[in-house]
């Protein structure tokens, strides 16, 4: 019996890798915003890289490195919701279950999509009947990304086989996430999502940041979008309006891209975003949070120069896990 039993355990830890001791979570008791991820659509070994910054970690991944979302948890309604429907949603939507102070199920209660390039959309496909083949699960877009959802496959199949339940919001914004749309839902009215355009490579789909509000907090989160001077609105000002702001940090500088200029780049480099807002005060500074690093960003190294440099003068990255009470 000692043989079996052993030979059990062999055949489970070759299977499934050693068996991990349970170590309990933090869960999260007051409305938040937690961050799920901090990379760049591709994420972290980017495919194909064969720079230092990918070769270490496609030996020995890091954890952390996923791509860039929010989950905002509401205890009182015993809600979650996404921002972002990532390649790296299945851990994503695990943690943020995890987190939560109640039992929830395993979808969230719904995902907010800023656009349609692969690290903001794809994560959609693990709704799908190949995968868990979910029951309507709200999904919050822009005009044109819906559009484009219902009209091409493999997305369309979601939408024909009710895995998702697709709801446009304009930028008018979304009361408490749309309450009114399932009267069943016990939501605080209080709360809100409000999509507004922003200019970045429209080849699908608009691209919008979320303006998050709720009675105490206002939240920006700005993943992508081309140049601070492109949006018709004035970023300095929106960043005076809001408790948090989660900018657009792709690229550092032009070191990342060599050959290449810079004015060209459809992203505000972290360098030119930094000179712009460097007049803020020390308290609107504190409330940028750089994230959505492409993989060679050196702002994904905590010991980095780089990294340090951004915190010296002022400002935040977002980092995999931090938590922001609203």
Request: charged letters at 25%.
């Amino acid at each position: 019996m000692r043989i079996i039993t052993s030979l059990l355990l062999i055949v489970i830890w070759v299977a499934c890798g050693p068996i991990q001791e349970q170590t309990e979570t933090k869960k999260i008791t007051t409305t938040s915003l937690v961050v799920l991820g901090n990379v760049q659509d591709a994420g972290s070994p980017h495919i194909a890289c064969k720079k230092a910054c990918c070769a270490a970690l496609f030996k020995k991944p890091d954890p952390t490195r996923k791509v860039a979302s929010l989950g905002l948890i509401i205890p009182e309604s015993k809600e979650t919701y996404l921002f972002e429907a990532t390649p790296d949603m299945p851990m994503q939507m695990k943690m943020l279950n995890e987190i939560a102070p109640f039992e929830h199920q395993e979808t969230p209660d719904g995902i907010f999509l800023t656009h349609a390039h692969i690290g903001h959309y794809a994560g959609l496909m693990y709704l799908g009947k190949e995968a868990m083949n979910a029951d309507s699960v709200r999904v919050f877009v822009a005009k044109n990304m819906k559009t484009y959802l219902e009209q091409n496959g493999p997305w369309s199949q979601l939408v024909n086989n009710s895995n998702v339940s697709l709801i446009r919001i304009g930028e008018k914004g979304c009361k408490s996430i749309c309450p009114v749309l399932n009267n069943s839902r016990n939501v605080d009215s209080t709360i809100s999502v409000k999509p507004i355009r922003v200019p970045h490579r429209d080849e699908y789909s608009e691209t919008v940041c979320q303006k998050i509000s709720t009675p105490k907090k206002k939240v920006l989160f700005i993943p992508d979008i081309d140049k601070w001077e492109k949006w018709n609105a004035d970023i300095i000002e929106e960043i005076k309006k809001v408790d948090y702001a989660f900018l657009d940090g792709t690229f550092y500088d032009g070191n990342e891209l060599p050959g290449r200029d810079i004015k060209q780049i459809p992203h505000p480099f972290v360098i030119e975003s930094m000179e712009l807002f460097k007049d803020l005060s020390k308290k609107d500074k504190a409330k940028i949070h750089f994230i959505h690093f492409n993989h060679t960003n050196p702002l994904l190294n905590k010991n980095s120069k780089e990294y340090k440099e951004v915190i010296k003068r002022g400002f935040n990255i977002a980092n995999y896990g931090d938590v922001f009470e609203l």
